[in-house]
């Protein structure tokens, strides 16, 4: 099975950046279908942003459009969600997902 390991997590000011990266080891046969969700407390988990295909073709939730982007490298297996001018809003622990594999999350905290 693959394994999803998620960093770059932690507590950044409203209008700072965060860079969070996500290993992938082991089956990664879908490793160019990969996505970021998040869940916040008390909330659903929501999609965050997707990457997919040779082509990376890229897609983003309506909330996070123009300030997340989505990245990878395939030879190091590596996915990043770049995240610019943070909201309180976008609080969650954020995970890494290929297929129905899911990482164990990392806590993304923004303050006012």
């Known amino acids: 099975q693959v394994q999803l390991v998620e960093s770059g997590g932690g507590l950044v000011q409203a209008g700072g950046s965060l860079r969070l990266s996500c290993a992938a080891s082991?089956?990664?046969?879908?490793?160019?279908?990969m996505a970021w969700f998040r869940q916040a407390p008390g909330k659903e988990r929501e999609f965050v942003a997707r990457?997919?295909?040779?082509?990376?073709?890229?897609s983003y939730a309506d909330s996070v459009k123009a300030r997340f982007t989505i990245s990878r490298d395939g030879a190091k297996r590596m996915v990043y969600l770049q995240m610019n001018s943070l909201k309180p809003e976008d609080t969650a622990v954020y995970y890494c997902?290929?297929?129905?594999?899911w990482g164990q999350g990392t806590q993304v905290t923004v303050s006012s």
């Open positions: 082991g089956r990664t046969l879908n490793f160019y279908n």
């Open positions: 997902v290929q297929g129905t594999t």
């Open positions: 990457i997919v295909g040779s082509s990376g073709s890229t």
